[in-house]
């Protein structure tokens, strides 16, 4: 089985991305998912290696032997071994079925009645996340912050079409209707790191790009998070610099406890994982780009980072001038939360 799994790992992660693989499962539910895959692949396999052999043998043991002209012996039907081959795979089906119809029930539980479960209202946007922390009043974008250890219990909509949301390395996936019905699941990481999350339907020419993050930290530095997501906006310092930033942008934006509309809230994009959920932010430019670079390359040119997303372009919409856009990516890449 080993050899058989490493090869499937190989090949499933043919993009090397750790934290975004189903085979390295970093939770219960994803743990769960991962057993029962290994369970049907190990009956898979030994179905295979029996029926192989058995026809390695058949076709060795009766072939044509040199100088041979008479037809062999012609047999039809056969009771035994019609009853064989009909009950082993049914016993096979119901050693599959079981675990996998509890799974399938213990992936759709409902935890938002558990008092102790952090309670996440997820939309799906063409092509972002907005995530809303229902309890405390708070609304993000892109990163999804989790105190680790503890039960999300996610309630999930589309503010347009079928998306899916999915965390490979933490759970299962699950769609956000059109037609007004709000799933629910949950799941938790008991460890703290940064897991990517995808969207799993496709959704428009920008779908392969509506990724988000999963960042699991612990209880006091969520706590902090939750805190500093809740204080008064900073806005940029030179007054003619905000003002633009104002009209142009919180619109539709938030950032602090300024109100929004229908845009991803901006308050500390300074500290996410990545501009627009696929610009990876990386101070050292290894795996990624600085966040300036980042803000910079999608505030000059959104379009070209996701077509056909919904923001109006800086420049050609909002009149924007290039020193003026560039003052915003550096106001907006110092909006840290720390
Ligand atoms: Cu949203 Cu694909």
Known sequence: LLPMTAALGLLLAGCGREDL???????????????????????????LLIVFSIAAYVL??????????????????????????????????????VPTVREVFAAGNDHSNDKNAV???????????????????????????????????????????????????????????????VN???????????YRGKCAELCGPSHGFMEFKVKSVSEAEFEQWLASMKAPAVLPEDPQLAEKFKSACLTCHAIGDQTMGSGPNLTGIGSRESVAGILLNDDTGVDGAPILDNL????????????????????????????????????????TLD
């Open 21 to 47: 693989s189903v085979l390295r499962p970093q939770g219960p539910a994803a743990e769960s998912s991962f057993d029962l895959m290994k369970l049907s692949i190990t009956i898979m396999i030994v179905v």
């Open 60 to 97: 060795i043991r009766f072939r044509r032997k040199p100088g041979q002209r008479e037809i062999p012996e012609q047999v039809e039907g056969n009771f035994k071994l019609e009853v064989i081959w009909t009950v082993i795979p049914l016993i096979l089906v119901v050693i599959l079925a």
């Open 119 to 181: 309670k996440v209202k997820v939309t799906g946007h063409q092509y972002w996340w907005e995530f809303e922390y229902t309890d405390y009043g708070v609304k993000t974008a892109q990163d999804l912050v989790i105190p680790a250890g503890k039960d999300i219990a996610f309630e999930l909509r589309t503010a347009d079409v079928l998306h899916s949301f999915w965390v490979p390395s933490l759970s299962g996936k699950i769609d956000t209707n059109p037609d007004g019905t």
């Open 184 to 194: 629910r699941f949950s799941f938790s990481a008991p460890n703290e790191g940064v």
């Open 296 to 335: 910079k390359t999608w505030l000059h040119d959104p379009q070209s980072v996701k077509p056909g997303n919904t923001m109006p372009d800086p420049k050609t919409d909002l009149g924007l001038t290039d020193e003026e856009v560039d003052g915003i990516a550096e106001y907006l890449a110092g909006y």
